[in-house]
């Protein structure tokens, strides 16, 4: 269980909060309560639902999320990958409900799907207001058995899907351990990768895909789960009414009963494509996440694999053979799979990596784990679970995995037992797994007797949770109101030396607090000709300073409870102080040990190294270099890649404390801290640690010129690569003060940047099913007015041209036609309700606090710039995009694989 339980830890995503208030009327008729654990309260309708209710007032948002027990392990032969292309179906609306994805647009609200190998679930988070509460339940309960599944959609959805399969073929990684999933399993569907077989996407049947979504949607293979600011008893009222409609399936789910044999012998395998990166990975068959082994195998996986803490950083990287280590776990409710490896320059010895990767993991066992790394995986993942209990927001998408296992309360479960995790556990049951005989890596030598690795059976959920006894929680917050006006009210804006401060307390839950530092370097003169050292001077900071080790430097933060880096972290009310006179140590003293400064360098060269054949990387920078308009030196100048290469080559560790020393400062600076805090008692500090800091050289914004550019059209060969990338971009004469930006910003809105619903997404995904993923983007000057237009989008080679085509006949319907009252209302509902979402965020709220302070500006502004986005006309929206959109003026470079290209081309009808 652990494995499922630290994958969720691990990415910071799992929220809980107290509940509201208790139930306190009859529950409807056929509900029947189930179990309560921190505030989440199990309800089972009388169709089998079972509803998860979370009610929590501390945020002005609601989070609906559906999980249904069914993923690419349910799939059979000839049908992989179908699980997730019918989630990609179910956007496409009913007949009560024709336009998801548009009422999502103008409702403001965040919204995905996401399948796995056990479980689909589909969630939406949106500003709180019954209306948007109302919408979402009723069209959830529709979707679940009322979605055509039509033919139709799935002609231009199947091709959507490709190009996402096709997107990951790009990664050596992702086709890496794809590669290796299938090589480790000789009969369960857990080797198979999720996005499934390109041949069974291109050619599953609309009768299968209907005949799985009649067997696995229905109401007692689902789990609803309603999280935010909503009343209680109406809320369940209106699921008994919406979904309790829905009558209970006759049918019986079906059974699987294949078990994965033991490995009897390493597997070796090679994926030979092009590439500019060396990886060498190792993986070994473990238990269920329902099993008692997890626990001890999720710390392993942690001290052999973290950086900079982890055994094989110390092995491999600071050594010198590789530039970087991983280890994760691919499980669920069935045996899985434990990957360790390791990133190697291209030209440098594998095999010695390989040979020193495998002694490290499979010698594990006999050397166990120290105490120190004990507790500072465990203090790593109780402190990211203690924060994860303040941000209910995300509580939905984050129990799916648990409810995919069976029961939700296994999160609960799995907090405790982490506590209870031994040394000598752990080394005990890495020894019964990482063994050769049980291990799939990149060679294969015989052996007459080898050594096996049996895999238990899971146990049951009742064995499991019948000890199970939940914890109270007393976690409080107020509720805050993210009006500009409130925030204004609740702000203190004062100086401390050369710091401009903001400072909004307000009471959290847990106690956080979030600090903002945005500082400023030099001038156009000073900063020229410095190439990588200023990037490399801010990446060494974090490597080590006068007191701390780099290693000792994340334990220090982690003890603190810091989350982030130096310049914006989160901490919590009882440590804050210390985290601020960490962070400006870290800032002012920073040791730039010689042995970071190689690692860091090294690892950067393989980077770019590694983007030289991606297509995205190679587009972009060559549209940056057509824009050009600055010479080599001067800090504005877009660096082709052997430019960054050389850059980086050519800086020595002499220049960073030089250049540390010189341009470093906090005056001027502009901070923001938002939070459970005092002003009183951090003022003086902040004055006393920032207030003085300033460098010799002079420090003045660099400007930028609008410039007109000649249109240009490229296309770019980037060979073996599945995928293709798009990218156009228009210079605009453009400052965000102008009176058109805020008819332009909506515009942008309706056109691409609006997800799903935009026209750009509507035409080239939903109408031609060119591509998985597109944006417009609209990017005015701050102090100058250097902006820009730009639309980028990924998509098959064979499809770029008919991508470009798409993109150019929009942008010309969109200048001749204009938009309608119809989208400008939607644009309007859904950006006001984003840009208030945003503003209940600490973090966005503190960045917003310091970008506002440089330009001398409050929250203020951003109130009347709501009026502004309020009072544009349809008139004054079209006159504004005429204006400053030319289609003639696009200027477009795609890369893609040309002999794909040609061969699409050639097939083509």
């Known amino acids: ?81 179908m699980a997730h292309l019918l989630e990609h179906l179910l956007f496409k609306g009913t007949k009560k409900n024709a336009d998801i994805t548009g009422q999502f647009s103008s409702r403001g609200m965040d919204f995905n799907g996401t399948t796995s190998l056990d479980r689909t679930n589909y969630y939406e988070v949106f500003q709180a207001s019954q209306e948007n509460l109302d919408w979402a339940l009723q069209m959830e309960a529709d979707r679940m058995v009322n979605s055509p599944v039509a033919q139709k959609d799935l002609a231009t959805e199947m091709t959507v899907v490709r190009n ?22 000789d009969w369960h569907s857990y080797g198979r990768s999720t996005i499934g077989n390109r041949s069974d996407i291109e050619n599953v049947r609309i009768a299968n895909l209907q005949a799985f979504y009649r067997t696995w949607y229905q109401p007692d293979n689902a789990v609803l789960l309603v999280a935010g600011k909503f009343a209680l008893e109406p809320t369940l009222a209106s699921i008994n009414r919406l979904f309790g409609a829905i009558p209970k399936p006759k049918r019986a789910l079906p059974q699987f009963w294949t078990v994965e044999p033991t490995q009897d012998g390493e ?77 190697v320059k291209k030209g440098e010895p594998i095999e010695p990596v390989r040979e020193a990767l495998t002694a490290a993991v499979e010698g594990f066992a006999g050397k166990p784990p120290t105490v120190d790394e004990m507790e500072r995986v465990r203090r790593s993942w109780l402190n990211t679970i203690e924060r994860s209990l303040n941000d209910p927001q995300a509580i939905g998408v984050a129990l799916s995995e648990m409810i995919a296992l069976g029961d939700w309360r296994l999160y609960f479960l799995g907090r405790e037992r982490l506590k209870l995790v031994k040394a000598e556990e752990v080394a005990a049951t890495s020894g019964r797994y990482f063994v050769r005989s049980n291990r799939v ?6 052996e007459d007797a080898p050594v096996r690795a049996a895999i238990p059976a899971a146990p049951t959920v009742e064995a499991v949770m019948k000890d199970f006894k939940p914890a109270a929680s007393s976690l409080v917050s107020e509720n805050f109101e993210p009006s500009q006006a409130n925030i204004m009210k609740r702000t203190l804006l004062t100086t401390a030396g050369g710091v401009k401060l903001a400072l909004l307390p307000k009471k959290n839950r847990g106690e956080t607090v979030t600090v903002d530092l945005r500082q400023h370097f030099g001038d156009e003169k000073n900063l020229y000709g410095k190439g990588a050292v200023p990037a490399l001077t801010s990446a060494m900071l974090m ?77 972009t920078r060559a549209l940056a270099t057509h824009f050009e308009q600055y010479p080599r030196g001067d800090v504005r100048h877009s660096n082709t890649l052997e430019e960054d290469i050389e850059d980086v080559k050519a800086a020595t560790l002499d220049q960073l404390p030089a250049h540390h020393r010189e341009f470093h400062n906090t005056s001027p600076a502009e901070m923001a801290i938002v939070g459970d805090f005092d002003p009183k008692e951090i003022l003086p500090l902040v004055d006393s640690l920032f207030g003085a800091w300033k460098s010799p050289a002079n420090v003045a914004p660099v400007l930028s010129k609008h410039a007109e550019v000649a249109p240009a059209s490229r ?28 008819a332009l910003m909506l515009a942008n809105y309706i056109f691409g940047e609006g997800g799903l619903k935009s026209r750009l997404m509507d035409r080239i995904r939903q109408k031609d099913g060119l591509s998985y993923g597109g944006s417009s983007d609209l ?70 606090w310091t970008g506002f302070l440089y330009r001398d500006r409050t929250y203020e502004w951003s109130a009347a710039f709501d009026r502004k986005l309020a009072a544009v006309s349809l008139a004054q929206l079209n006159t504004a995009f005429r204006k400053a959109i030319d289609p003639a003026k696009l200027s477009v470079v795609m890369a893609g694989d040309q002999a794909k290209a040609k061969e699409g081309a050639k097939g083509a009808p």
């Not at 909060?17 to 409807?28: D, E, K, S, Y």
């Not at 997890?294 to 600071?318: C, M, T």
């Not at 470009?804 to 400008?824: I, S």
Request: glycine content about 10%; aromatic content about 8%.
């Open 441 to 446: 890596s990149g060679t294969f030598i015989p």
């Open 164 to 185: 996402e399969y096709e997107s990951g073929e790009n990664s050596p990684g992702n086709v890496l351990f794809k590669r290796m999933q299938s090589v480790a399993y």
């Open 543 to 619: 490597r080590g300073t006068t007191r701390y080790s780099r290693a000792e430097l994340a334990d220090a933060f982690d003890k603190l409870k810091m989350t982030g880096g130096p310049r914006h972290f989160q901490t919590t009310r009882e440590h804050l102080a210390e985290a601020l006179k960490l962070a400006a140590h870290v800032l002012k003293e920073p040791a730039f040990p010689a042995a970071e400064f190689e690692q860091l360098r090294k690892q950067m060269l393989v980077g770019l190294e590694a983007s030289r054949a991606e297509p995205q990387s190679v587009a």
């Open 715 to 742: 296309v770019l060969d980037t060979p073996d690569k599945e995928n293709g990338f798009y990218v156009a971009r228009i210079n605009l004469d453009l400052n965000l003060d102008d009176p058109d930006y805020p």
């Open 779 to 848: 990017a005015p000057g701050d102090l100058d007015r250097a902006g820009a237009f730009m639309v980028s989008a990924i998509a098959a080679p064979q499809n770029l041209r008919k991508l470009d085509a798409a993109v150019r006949a929009e942008l010309a319907r969109a200048t001749k036609d204009g938009f309608t009252a119809a989208e400008l209302a939607a644009a309007k509902s859904g950006l006001m309700q984003q840009r208030l979402q945003n503003r209940a965020d600490d973090g966005v709220l503190a960045s917003g």
């Open 1 to 81: 269980m652990q494995r499922g339980f630290a994958a969720q830890v691990a990415a910071g995503t799992l929220g809980f909060v107290v509940a509201g208030a208790a139930w306190a009327a009859p529950l409807p008729k056929g509900v029947t309560l189930g179990p309560s654990v921190e505030g989440i309260t199990e309800y089972r309708l009388a169709n089998g639902l079972k509803v998860l209710l979370f009610p929590d007032a501390s945020r002005p948002t609601i989070t609906v999320n559906v999980t249904y027990l069914v993923g690419s392990r349910h799939e059979n032969y000839g049908e992989t990958g």
């Open 267 to 343: 597997r070796s395998f090679a994926v030979r494509r092009r590439g500019d990166v060396q990886i060498v990975a190792v993986g070994y068959k473990i238990p269920s996440d329902l099993h008692d082994d997890a626990e001890s195998l999720g710390f392993a996986s942690e001290i052999l694999g973290d950086a900079p803490n982890g055994r094989l950083h110390k092995l491999l990287v600071e050594s010198g053979k590789a530039s970087q280590v991983f280890s994760f776990g691919q499980t669920g409710y069935a045996p899985g799979l434990q990957f360790f490896g390791a990133v």
